[in-house]
């Protein structure tokens, strides 16, 4: 009898472990996945967005090179916006605290340096970001070292114990 309450008791606690085993790594794959994504959709939008902004800067925004250039980019600018919001709203219901925190700075800079410039804005320039005030290129640029950093930080979600640097 006794033999039997250990072999079901054994049983029921692997069981137990090997739940919040899965679970766990369950979640680092979610996040894996929900992390990339969010890094590609922000160096997508923001990549766009400076495009965008460059054909506005060096034509004007009223030429007709401006307006056919501008005319091509619409679509593949909407579409990156839109990946990006969907990415951060998954990346909300799935991602730590500290990878959400450090989503919220990306969110600001394609906030005040591709929404708040033109050709999407023509408003004042107090509202841009300050990668927008250098130029096209800095927002390029901006983003690639934000998306570097956001990937440093919320790695530590994603890699196991014995691969963290």
Not at 25 to 50: C, M, N, P, T
Not at 54 to 72: F, P
Request: glycine share 8%; charged share 25%.
């Amino acid at each position: 009898m006794s033999t039997l309450v250990v072999a079901v008791v054994s049983l029921l606690l692997g069981g137990v472990v090997g739940f919040f085993a899965r679970a766990a790594e369950f979640r680092r794959d979610q996040r894996l996945k929900v992390y990339g994504d969010f890094i590609a959709a922000f160096l997508d939008a923001a990549h766009e967005g400076s495009a965008m902004y460059s054909i506005a800067v060096q034509y004007g925004m009223d030429s007709t090179e401006a307006r056919s250039l501008l005319g091509e980019r619409w679509l593949a600018f909407g579409s990156a916006l839109q990946r990006f919001e969907e990415s951060t709203a998954r990346l909300r219901l799935v991602g730590s605290t500290t990878a959400v925190r450090q989503s919220e700075q990306l969110e600001k800079f394609i906030a005040s340096n591709v929404r708040a410039v033109p050709p999407l804005h023509r408003g004042d320039e107090d509202q841009w970001g300050s990668a927008a005030k250098v130029g096209p290129s800095k927002v390029d640029s901006e983003a690639v070292r934000l998306g570097r950093e956001f990937a440093d930080v919320a790695g530590a979600d994603v890699t196991t114990l014995r691969c963290r640097r």
